[in-house]
């Protein structure tokens, strides 16, 4: 079974400051990688995904994320942050060919300061 | 709105009621997926569908705990003599083809029914 971990549960941030939220997880064959974002009052979005190829995926408004293999990783980056990234973000990994149910981390809320 | 909905978005209930909620997916995706967040933690997998046939079922679904998705199209999700530990949202997600890799495995996301087991 897979397993995902997210290192930070709570981030601050001031406007213009980079971020990156750490992901990690566990399995092991062939996955699929996900970030999603939940904005206040707001269901869960799609980020980025990741299924193949090039290894630096490029999401929706500024967001990127890395699949680095060897250190069964893919951590989310923006290099400036907004007030209205104030969110709640989680990554997720789904096994290939095996009814792509989502297995999530634990969430990474973040707060940026105007 | 064409994204996927769920029916009530609150429910607030008293131990040992039956509660159903319902969700209905995008009408071209034919895999359905029912996830439970608590609060503080990130989604975890219930059960999905594919068309009619239920097709996986965690660990987590209890047998007080039954989905259904008759026609192929919307699903209900029923839990029986609701306990406290029950209180969470309930998130519905759905998805077009038969998922593997590539464009189609985005799931997406229902805004939730949020249950309240008193």
């Known amino acids: 079974a897979q397993s995902v971990s997210q290192h930070n549960h709570h981030v601050i941030l001031s406007e213009a400051a980079s971020l990156e939220l750490g992901c990690n997880y566990s399995y092991g064959g062939t996955v699929n990688l996900f970030w999603y974002v939940q904005y206040p009052g707001q269901h869960l979005q799609l980020l980025l995904k990741y299924f193949s190829g090039d290894p630096l995926v490029k999401g929706i408004k500024g967001f990127e994320a890395e699949f680095i293999k060897s250190k069964f990783s893919f951590n989310l980056r923006k290099p400036s942050v907004q007030w209205s990234d104030t969110a709640e973000y989680f990554c997720?990994?789904?096994?290939?060919?095996?009814?792509?149910?989502?297995?999530f981390g634990g969430g990474t809320r973040l707060m940026v300061k105007p | 709105d064409t994204g996927v909905s769920q029916n009530p978005r609150h429910k607030i209930t008293k131990r040992g009621q039956n509660v159903t909620f319902r969700c209905d997916p995008i009408s071209e995706h034919n895999r359905l997926y029912w996830y439970r967040q608590t609060l503080g933690q990130g989604p975890e997998f219930l059960t999905y569908?594919?068309?009619?046939?239920?097709?996986?079922k965690s660990r987590l679904l209890s047998d007080r705990f039954s989905a259904e998705r008759p026609k192929g199209s919307f699903s209900t999700l029923e839990i029986q003599r609701t306990e406290q530990g029950d209180s969470a949202m309930y998130l519905c997600?759905?998805?077009?083809?038969?998922?593997?890799?590539?464009?189609?495995?985005?799931?997406?996301f229902g805004p939730g029914t949020r249950l309240t087991v008193l």
């Open positions: 997600a759905s998805i077009t083809g038969t998922g593997g890799q590539g464009p189609n495995n985005e799931q997406f």
């Open positions: 997720a990994v789904n096994a290939r060919n095996a009814g792509n149910m989502l297995t």
């Open positions: 569908f594919q068309n009619e046939a239920q097709l996986e």
